[in-house]
């Protein structure tokens, strides 16, 4: 049973950092897409980062760019986001997704069908 685990999440200030974690189990790391996901209250939940773990190629969403870092540790199994220059607008509830290799699509809404962990509030106050 695929599970993703969530931590790092907080009360940050605009401008500040934070460091997102997601410890994964339960499939061959190396074979699967793995990224992160948000969800502000009434908007629709988003693609922000994404990675093949096997390649290493990667996928940012325009409003991230040069803010955000994704990146992995394969012996470990765990997604890291390194979140800079933190703005209000990225306040939200942020996801970790797994799924089969090139199956995960960060530019959708995201799919029922992928592995979804129970997200980590992350508030960026003005």
């Known amino acids: 049973e695929v599970q993703l685990v969530e931590s790092g999440g907080g009360l940050v200030q605009a401008g500040g950092s934070l460091r997102l974690s997601c410890a994964a189990s339960?499939?061959?790391?190396?074979?699967?897409?793995i990224g992160w996901f948000r969800q502000a209250p009434g908007k629709e939940r988003e693609g922000v980062s994404c990675?093949?773990?096997?390649?290493?190629?990667?996928y940012s969403a325009d409003f991230v760019k040069g803010r955000f870092t994704i990146s992995t540790d394969n012996a470990k199994n765990m997604l890291y986001l390194q979140m800079n220059s933190l703005k209000p607008e990225d306040t939200a509830a942020y996801y970790c997704v797994a799924a089969p290799l090139y199956r995960l699509d960060c530019s959708t809404h995201g799919s029922p069908s992928w592995s979804w962990g129970q997200g980590t509030q992350v508030t960026v106050s003005s």
């Open positions: 990675i093949s773990v096997s390649d290493g190629n990667t």
């Open positions: 339960g499939f061959t790391f190396d074979r699967y897409s």
